[in-house]
Structure formats: C-alpha cells, structure tokens
C-alpha cells in the first residue's frame, strides 16, 4: 500500500514548496515517479509544481546522472494538475477496466443539466426514497 501525504494551507504558505520536497525526497528514496498523484488549484501551480520537482531530481546530488534523468523523465507520467484534470486523467486512463469508452468529453452546463436530467429521469421513485432515508 502506498503512502498518502495531504498538504493544506493558505496561499504563500509555502505549499509547492512542501510538496516539492516531499515528493523529489521520496523519489530520490525510490518511489517510482509514475506514482505520483498531486493535485493543484490552477493550471499555472500545477506546471509550476511539475517543473519544480524534475528540476530538483535532475539535481539529486545523491543519484547518478543516468538515474537523475531517468527519474526526471517518468515524472512525465506522474499525474500532476488541477482537481478536474487530474481526474479526468485518471478516467481516461483506467476507463477500460471501469467499463467506459476512453473518450471523455467535459460537458458545459447546458449539457451536464441534460445528463443530471435523464439520469434523474432513470432512477426510481425507490432509490431516491431509500437515498432521502440515509439523512
């Protein structure tokens, strides 16, 4: 089983920076970057994040220079963005062995208040009973 390490604080709290040295440290002990699933609030902390981190592993004193870009470059298959990117990825990754097409559309509000509607419309009377009963 792995390791799961929440990281929560305000703005300029220091918080890319944490996790930058968390994650390049646990790297650099030999978790295998492909692993990583780290999730930010904006595009521009999620790049910033990524790159923080392959710049401090291509820098890790403590591996050899082969392994230094090797795990630099398996970062490229960690998963590292936003909330809805990430599971967006993580849907479109595992989408085969969870009975889905891996082609996903991110639906506008128009389309998801037509998808909330037939799925509302498909549910019966007894399941919102029962769901309505669990509060």
């Known amino acids: 089983m792995g390791t799961l390490t929440v990281v929560r604080a305000g703005a300029g ?3 890319t920076y944490s996790l930058c040295e968390t994650i390049s440290e646990r790297v650099v002990q030999g978790l295998d970057p492909a692993r990583i699933v780290a999730t930010t ?8 994040l990524k790159g923080r981190i392959q710049q401090r592993l291509l820098n890790a004193e403590e591996l050899t220079a082969t392994q230094r870009l090797e ?3 398996r970062l490229e298959l960690a998963v590292i963005g936003t909330v809805h990117s990430v599971g967006h990825q993580l849907l479109t990754r595992y989408a085969l062995q969870m009975g889905l097409s891996p082609r996903l559309d991110v639906l506008d509000e128009a389309g998801s208040a037509r998808a909330l509607q037939d799925l509302l419309g498909t549910t019966g009377a007894e399941r919102w009973e ?6």
């Open 13 to 15: 709290s220091g918080k």
């Open 41 to 48: 609030f904006t595009t521009k902390a999620a790049a910033e």
């Open 71 to 73: 795990k630099a470059e």
């Open 130 to 135: 029962e769901l309505a009963g669990l509060t």
